[in-house]
C-alpha cells in the first residue's frame, strides 16, 4: 500500500502495484461485530452468575473465546464447551444485522476490479465466518476463507496468513494484509506480509506507536469465535 497516497475523496489507500493479493480478516475488519460478540457472550454467562465487564472484555478483544474463557477471572471453573455452545447461538440468530465495515468493503472492491485474489484470514469459525459472508453478500468475492479449524495456531502466529497465501498461491510478501486488533496486525507481520489496519473506522498505515496506542484504549470490533 501507499504509505501517503489516498484515492481523491475516498477513505480507501492507494494498492500498490507490488501486491498481488488481499487477506482479510473478518470481524472487526470486513464486518463491525463487536457489539454482537460481547452481547453474545454476556448472555451465556448470564446464567453461570459471571459477569463480563467492558473494560476487561476491551483489553482482551482480540482473543477467541476459550481464551477469553480461560483467563476471564472464575471462568476456569465454567462449562466452557457449553458457553460456547449458547453464545455461537445468539449469535447466529442474530448474523443477519451485522454490518460491513464500508472502507474495507471498499478495498475489497478495488482488489476484485484489478484482478487481484482476496482471502478471509480469521481467527473465528467457520460457523460463524460462513454465514457472516452470506449476511454480507460477500461470500463470493473470496477465493478462499481460512478460519481457526484450518490451522493449529491462532493469531498472532502467522500461520492463518501463511495459510490465506499459500492458497492464494501469492508469497506472502505480494500479499496486503487487513487486520483491526493488535494480535492479528503481529500475526500478519510475522508472516512477511505489508499490513493495514482498521481504526475508528478509516483505513491506515500500521505504525508501531499506533499499535502500542491501541492497546491502550477500546479497540475495533473483534472477538473471534
Same mark, same amino acid.
Given at each position: 500500500m501507499s504509505r501517503a497516497r489516498h484515492s481523491t475523496g475516498s477513505c480507501v489507500p492507494t494498492i500498490d502495484k507490488q501486491v498481488e493479493a488481499l487477506v482479510l480478516d473478518f470481524d472487526g475488519t470486513l464486518a463491525d461485530t463487536r457489539r454482537e460478540h460481547e452481547n453474545a457472550l454476556r448472555t451465556a454467562l448470564d446464567p453461570y452468575g459471571v459477569a463480563l465487564a467492558p473494560a476487561w472484555y476491551r483489553r482482551h478483544i482480540g482473543l477467541s473465546i476459550h481464551d477469553l474463557l480461560a483467563m476471564l477471572p472464575g471462568g476456569q471453573v465454567l462449562p466452557r464447551d457449553e458457553i460456547v455452545q449458547r453464545s455461537r447461538a445468539h449469535l447466529l440468530a442474530s448474523v443477519h444485522t451485522i454490518t460491513p465495515v464500508p472502507c474495507v468493503v471498499e478495498l475489497l472492491r478495488r482488489a476484485r476490479r484489478a484482478g487481484l485474489p482476496c482471502a478471509v484470514a480469521s481467527g473465528a469459525s467457520q460457523l460463524l465466518v460462513s454465514p457472516g459472508l452470506d449476511a454480507l453478500g460477500l461470500r463470493d468475492a473470496f477465493t478462499t476463507v481460512v478460519t481457526r479449524e484450518d490451522v493449529t495456531h491462532g493469531k498472532p502466529n502467522p500461520e492463518l496468513f501463511l495459510? %490465506? @497465501? *499459500?492458497? =492464494?498461491?501469492?508469497? !506472502?510478501?505480494?500479499? =496486503?494484509?487487513? +487486520?483491526?486488533? !493488535? +494480535? /492479528?496486525? @503481529?500475526?500478519? *507481520?510475522? %508472516? /512477511?506480509?505489508?499490513?493495514?489496519t482498521v481504526i475508528d473506522g478509516h483505513l491506515t498505515t500500521v505504525h508501531e506507536e499506533a499499535t502500542t496506542a491501541r492497546r491502550r484504549r477500546p479497540r475495533g470490533a473483534r472477538c473471534p469465535y
Open positions: 495459510t %490465506a @497465501a *499459500r492458497r =492464494l498461491d501469492v508469497k !506472502p510478501e505480494h500479499c =496486503l494484509a487487513v +487486520d483491526d486488533a !493488535p +494480535d /492479528g496486525i @503481529a500475526s500478519a *507481520r510475522a %508472516a /512477511g506480509m505489508r499490513v493495514i
